[in-house]
C-alpha cells in the first residue's frame, strides 16, 4: 500500500496542493518509471555484460479504492470479477510485452529493431535474441539502443465490490496453460480456502 503524510503547519492550502501532487496520476507514472530506471541502474552495477534479465510486475494502492499497477516484459495481470450470475470472469489488465503486441512490434521498429519469428533480434549480432520487448537486465540487448527498453507500462484500477482477485503471472505460467484455466483454478482454490485460511498465497500458488 501507499500512504502520504503532510504536516503542513496550520497551511491547509499547502496540505491540499501537496496531497494533490502526491497523488496526482501523472506524478505516479514518472515515480514509477523513475523508481524503475533506478533498479535498472543497480541492476547494471553487477550484471552490465551478462545474459540475464526479468519480467517485473507489481501493484500498489493510491486513494479512494484505486489501484496502481506497473508491468515489464512478458508478464500479465488478471482481474477476477464476479458478473451479475454470480459467475468469475477474467479480463487482462496490462499488456505482455512481446512482438505478439502490435503496438510493441511498432514501436521496436521505428526504433531499428528487427524480428525472427517470435524474437527481437540483435541488430549488430543476430545470433542474439529475446522474445520481450521490455525487460530488467537484459544489457547486451540493449547496446545499441533498438527499443528494448525497461519503461513500466501502468494501469490504474477502480476496485469494485465484486472483485475477488488479481494474479500476477508471467510467461512461465501463461505461455503453457490458459487464461481462463489459470482463473478457474484461482477462484476454484478461493471457494476451498476461505479469507481466515491459514494457507499461505505461496502454497495457493504452487497448487496451480
Known sequence: MSFSLVQSMGMDRMARLLQSIL??????????????EIIENEVCKDMKYENSGA???????VRNHTLALAAIGDCSVILGRLNESSEIEGSSLLSSHRISNEIEKDRIEKAGGKFSSEYVVHPLYEEKVI???RSV???DMKQPHFGIIC?????????HEND????FATDGLLDFTSKEKVIEKTWELIKKNPTN????????????
Open 137 to 139: 537486465g537484459d544489457f
Open 23 to 36: 497523488l496526482d496520476r501523472d506524478k505516479i507514472h514518472q515515480a514509477v518509471e523513475k523508481s524503475v
Open 164 to 167: 475477488r482477485f488479481l494474479i
Open 151 to 159: 519503461t513500466p507500462e501502468l494501469h490504474f484500477l477502480r476496485i
Open 131 to 133: 522474445s520481450t520487448t
Open 55 to 61: 519480467a517485473v510486475c507489481f501493484g500498489f494502492f
Open 197 to 208: 485460511s491459514t494457507e499461505t498465497a505461496n502454497q495457493k500458488c504452487k497448487k496451480l
